[in-house]
């Protein structure tokens, strides 16, 4: 009787579960699919030579996406350099170091930190991040691919310190044991043991860190000044730029549904979905490379 | 996408509300509207406030240029044409030979103010000097006021306002034809005037423009003129009502012939103080002097 009910109950339950993880894949399929329905007829609209040229003004037809890939990923970079040492300093902190009570602080916080919509971070940035950017480095606008890339940085901050945070707690407390009773210091066990063994989690943090800037909309919208110029110079760092995001949430509103430009913004959805495909596959292959050598030396 | 998904749900909750109202009241009239984007949100702010005060008055209300509306009053299927502009004697010539005089009443006034900061010295501008401004010709501030030495950083707001498109053609194109010059791709394009006016408040290198009924006292505004030989006129609600400030132009609704009935009373009802009273509220001129 019991037996029966409980074999029953699995089925159930591993059912659902499959259904849930079948579907995920389905979504991604399904919305991918229609991103190619949606972008490609971009390529015959407005032809690649428009599309890959650097003026980007689609009410003249001009479609060239080149400047909007430049500022998507001139911004992403920023914010890499700017969350990357923030980000694992802090969860190296949090998990490592910090006492029980400040830990039990600082987690929350960051939390809450992750839980800001974006929109807010915007506000602070337009009213005050790109004043104070103006008068500190003297440019003639704050609303540049920097404030633009620290704002970023901020809300990429806290996906990386608590994912590298529960892959620097997995780690088992008899590695750091061992380190300690072989005589390294606490900083030796930390860079030489912990990290280096979590550094899988780390990767996979950062990975999903770099995701959040690239696709992020609003706030980059608000503070990067959207002018279409190829950040190909030295000085672009502190230029205003346009990403790509930022071209498909202002102009998809008011687009004329299956006219070339809208046929242009899909296509840019496209670029965005592969580029960020590529970031997760990349991120996979480096923790699934590393897991395979870890456990052929604990073997 | 998101806001996909929200214009269709507000397109059927839209639908639905109408049939429903239908079923209920059988004095229901409907006012098919169109026309003019740059008019179409004051247009469905009146036709809101209208239905309000008159639930059984079902206004739809459809954008798609003043071309379009102005075509869809000729072959009869509307019964008000929005227009930012005036309706060419070709089009006239049409509506004759379809058996009625379109009728043009003005209904509100749009006017785009030129701001910088307060600190910049500057006081004036030709329509020329905007241009080579926006089209990135003019890069410093000291081409055209002595002793101020700094970086010009033009403002605009996105491609898909109408304020953009018609300040594309009356001062980037100085309103020639032929004139294919697009703004300069160092123009900074901001998504609000919320925006454009933080920036100019904070700014003393920024210049921005934007509808005369969002400026605030925080910025300066320039006076322009149309040319070097033109008196330079500051944007307010006299010299734009007069026609002397050259960045301004009446917006229209026809209709096919005088209008009568339940169309007249709606365009009474927007000639009103309290129908101009929105067209305060949308950043436009209204057009009766001193409401603003």
Known sequence: ?299 | MALLFLLTCAACAGGSATQSGNQTQSSNYYIQNKGSDTMVNLALAWAEAYNGIHPEAQISVTGGGSGTGIAALLNGTVDIANASREMKAEEIQQAQAAGFTPIAIVVAKDAIAIIVNKDNPLEQLTLAQLASIYKGEITNWSELVVGYDHPIVALSRESNSGTHVYFLEVVVRLSSKEDKSIFAPTVLLLPSSEGIMAEVKDNPNAIGYDGLGYITGDVKKIAVSKDIDSEYVIPNSETVLNGEYPISRDLYMYTRGEPAGVVKQYIEWILSPEGQAIVVNLGFVPIISGNK
């Open chain 1, 1 to 299: 009787m019991l037996r029966t009910k409980s074999t029953r109950g699995n089925f159930l339950i591993t059912f659902f579960i499959k259904i849930a993880g079948y579907s995920s894949i389905l979504f991604v399929a399904l919305i991918f699919l229609f991103l190619l329905r949606e972008g490609l007829p971009a390529l015959t609209g407005a032809g690649l030579k428009n599309l890959f040229s650097t003026t980007w003004y689609p009410t003249e037809n001009y479609f060239g996406i080149v400047p909007l890939i430049g500022g998507s990923l001139i911004v992403t970079l920023i914010a890499i350099v700017v969350a990357l040492p923030f980000g694992i300093g802090t969860a190296i902190f949090i998990s490592e170091i910090a006492p029980r009570t400040v830990k039990e602080i600082l987690k929350p916080l960051i939390e809450i930190l992750a839980g800001l919509p974006s929109v807010v971070l915007g506000f602070i940035g337009i009213l005050v991040i790109a004043p104070a950017f103006r008068r500190i480095f003297n440019l003639p606008t704050g609303l540049t691919a920097f404030t633009g890339g620290v704002l970023l940085g901020l809300i990429a901050i806290p996906t990386i310190v608590s994912i590298s945070e529960d892959a620097l707690n997995a780690v088992p407390q008899s590695y750091r044991e061992a380190s300690i009773a072989l005589g390294a210091t606490r900083w030796q066990t930390i860079w030489g043991v912990t990290v280096p063994s979590a550094r899988s989690g780390i990767i996979t943090a950062v990975m999903l860190g770099i995701g959040r800037a690239l696709g992020e909309t609003m706030a980059v919208m608000m503070v990067t000044g959207n002018a279409p110029v190829v950040p190909i110079k030295i000085n672009s760092l502190f230029l205003p730029v346009r990403t790509m995001t930022a071209t498909i949430a202002s102009e998809m509103g008011e687009v004329a549904t299956n006219s070339v430009h809208y046929h242009v913004l899909f296509f840019i959805g496209i670029i965005l979905f592969l580029l960020s495909l590529a970031i997760n596959i990349v991120a996979s292959l480096i923790s699934y490379r590393r897991k395979k050598r870890s456990e052929r030396i604990l073997s």
